[in-house]
T-cell receptor, first 112, second 116 residues
Framework: KAGVTQTPRYLIKTRGQQVTLSCSPISGHRSVSWYQQTPGQGLQFLFEYFSETQRNKGNFPGRFSGRQFSNSRSEMNVSTLELGDSALYLC???????????FGSGTRLTVV | AQSVTQLGSHVSVSEGALVLLRCNYSSSVPPYLFWYVQYPNQGLQLLLKYTSAATLVKGINGFEAEFKKSETSFHLTKPSAHMSDAAEYFCAVSGISSGSARQLTFGSGTQLTVLP
């Protein structure tokens, strides 16, 4: 059974640019969540999607957005990148959320 | 509201010694509790979870944790540390009801070092 796949693994962007990260959940999982991990703030929840609807959103500015497709694959977008957006972005999938989450290997975003 | 406190950002043990990583939680609803491990440049791997069944939970790689409601604790233990256990460990909580309680709230992590 394939795990959660995140692409790309590494990304370098310039301040002011935008970026799109992709996540393919485990087959059959309908819930996809995104987390940001930084040395200073730790692991923080960004948002959760279930059946193409955003069910829950963390405390991040509107520059951070996401969506989920009918096949449960999800993307997150960050516009007008800032240096502080440099982080490991983790995607997690679950059957319906709550009881357990399987994480991907993450996308390491560096903003220069 | 949910929160997790992990006591000790760094823990060192000798190979073969007991591993004890502490986690206390706060939750306004009955919680689900998790321990994850993260190796360098990798994502999070689930070690074990408590979802309101048995209070003593056994996980992978010889780890176990006990849910103690009266102490609001969910400490992680392993009887004998192995060099391969060196990693960062995260305790997390989520609620069982709908809405924001479904998201994972993480502790700040504990870096475990295993000394030869």
């Amino acid at each position: 059974k394939a795990g959660v796949t995140q692409t790309p693994r590494y990304l370098i962007k310039t301040r002011g640019q935008q970026v799109t990260l992709s996540c393919s959940p485990i087959s059959g999982h309908r819930s996809v969540s995104w987390y940001q991990q930084t040395p200073g703030q730790g692991l923080q929840f960004l948002f959760e999607y279930f059946s193409e609807t955003q069910r829950n959103k963390g405390n991040f500015p509107g520059r951070f957005s996401g969506r989920q497709f009918s096949n449960s694959r999800s993307e997150m977008n960050v516009s007008t990148l800032e240096l502080g957006d440099s982080a490991l972005y983790l995607c997690a999938s679950s059957l319906e959320g709550g009881r357990g989450y399987t994480f991907g290997s993450g996308t390491r975003l560096t903003v220069v | 509201a949910q929160s997790v406190t992990q006591l000790g950002s760094h823990v060192s043990v000798s190979e073969g010694a007991l591993v004890l990583l502490r986690c206390n939680y706060s939750s306004s609803v009955p919680p689900y509790l998790f321990w994850y491990v993260q190796y360098p440049n990798q994502g999070l791997q689930l070690l074990l979870k408590y979802t309101s069944a048995a209070t003593l939970v056994k996980g992978i790689n010889g780890f176990e944790a006990e849910f103690k409601k009266s102490e609001t604790s969910f400490h992680l233990t392993k009887p004998s540390a192995h060099m391969s256990d060196a990693a960062e460990y995260f305790c997390a909580v989520s609620g069982i009801s709908s809405g924001s309680a479904r998201q994972l709230t993480f502790g700040s992590g504990t870096q475990l070092t295993v000394l030869p």
